[in-house]
């Protein structure tokens, strides 16, 4: 089944993105054709929009405030026999029902240069700059720092949180290299660690070997090697009392989620 999507934002369209991926990760066998249309200000630009539409009938989704582009975008729309829908309608509106007040017309205001946006800069620079336990010596700086053997996916998880706002370094857990002294007496970040099966683990590190061009069988992928480095990572993060997120079956953004969660029960203790 064949599904042209249009995304119509006056802003970035970030938020339309994640709304729409969401809602079409519920279905099966569906060629998405996405239609990208973001920073819609004028008229002009929108009657553009309007004729590709027409041409690649399909569902649309919208961010617009401003009422009278809305409103032209609607109207066309119903003509074509198209749905038009503004997911962050509903929202809105409860909003101002229980806050009193009506929503700001102001496109992309959530991507306003303000305290938060300056500071996930700063969490993402930190975390680039501490990563694979570089710079230890500032880890109790960091919010969180990431224990884990390899290829158990701390760098993309740091990155992520980053991107969340959270200072994040990662350090590796290697049987015949200690790390540095400072993991086990940090005070200020939240260490997790991470750990992952042993045959989950070799089959990541084999096609990494593989898309490297180097040889697939060493003791990087060897089962006895593996299991040994997994069970020396989880001894450690038991003896230090860390907790521990197995990433076998998740996602970045779940290992992630469930990594604000423990930072946030800290938090509240």
């Not at 369209?13 to 079409?24: F, M, S, V, Y």
Request: glycine share 6%; hydrophobic share 45%.
């Amino acid at each position: 089944m064949r599904l042209h999507l249009h995304l119509l934002s006056d802003s970035t369209g970030e938020t339309l993105e994640n709304i729409a991926k969401a809602a079409l990760a519920q279905y099966d066998d569906v060629e998405t054709i996405r239609h990208f249309w973001p920073m819609i200000r004028t008229e002009g630009h929108l009657e553009r929009i309007l004729q590709e539409i027409a041409q690649n009938p399909g569902l649309v989704l919208f961010t617009l405030v401003n009422s009278e582009t809305r409103r032209n975008l609607e109207t066309r729309c119903r003509a074509l026999g198209l749905p038009a829908i503004a997911p962050l309608d509903a929202v809105t509106g409860a909003l101002s029902g229980l806050l009193g007040q009506q929503a700001k017309a102001r496109p992309g205001r959530q991507h306003v240069l303000d305290a938060a946006y300056f500071a996930r800069v700063e969490a993402i620079q930190f975390t680039i700059a501490h990563d694979d336990g570089l710079g230890s010596e500032d880890w109790e700086e960091a919010d969180i720092v990431l224990a884990g053997v390899s290829r158990s996916s701390k760098t993309p998880t740091s990155i992520y949180l980053a991107n969340r706002g959270f200072k994040t370094a990662n350090i590796p857990i290697v049987v015949e290299s200690p790390p540095p002294p400072v993991l086990f007496s940090l005070k200020h970040p939240l260490v997790v660690g991470l750990t992952t099966s042993a045959d989950r683990l070799i089959q990541v590190r084999r096609n990494r070997l593989l898309s490297l061009n180097q040889a697939p069988e060493t003791a990087y992928v060897d089962q006895e090697s593996v299991t040994r480095e997994v069970a020396f990572a989880r001894r450690m993060f038991a003896d230090n009392g860390w907790p521990v997120i197995d990433v076998t079956r998740r996602s970045i953004e779940e290992t992630a989620a469930a990594i604000i969660a423990l930072v946030t029960e800290r938090l509240e203790a």
